[in-house]
């Protein structure tokens, strides 16, 4: 059984993920925010938010803020957590923080849940 995702799913953990992010960060978040954050096209990011709210998985105000639905926030959270958990591992592993990072966000839309729950009872010992 296969657990790699298509690029379509990746990118959706990925808006989710930062629009998690940055609502920790800022008070309200905006596209212009996310595209920055990124490093995205503003056209690119307000494709992505059309699709993420016609998925039920945002909310945009009037003012053009925008809010994770429950089922967003779901998986954004489920998505962060796979992030920083792989992240810590690969550190507590020896390497460099930048690289880490960098393969953990490819690793974590790949990741089998159950390797994933491994990896978790490994790092809560």
Do not use: W
């Amino acid at each position: 059984m296969s657990y790699i995702k298509h690029k379509s799913e990746e990118s959706v953990e990925d808006y989710l993920e930062t629009i998690l992010i940055l609502s920790d960060r800022l008070q309200d978040v905006r596209s212009i925010d996310i595209a920055t954050e990124l490093s995205y096209s503003k056209p690119s990011v307000s494709v992505a938010m059309k699709n993420l709210r016609a998925n039920g998985y945002i909310t945009v105000t009037q003012e053009g803020f925008i809010k994770l639905t429950a089922s967003g926030k779901e998986l954004a959270e489920q998505t962060y957590e796979r992030h920083t958990t792989i992240s810590s591992l690969l550190i507590k592993l020896g390497v460099d923080e930048e690289t880490a990072l960098a393969d953990a966000c490819r690793i974590e839309h790949d990741i089998s849940p159950q390797t994933f729950d491994a990896i978790k009872k490994y790092m809560q010992r």
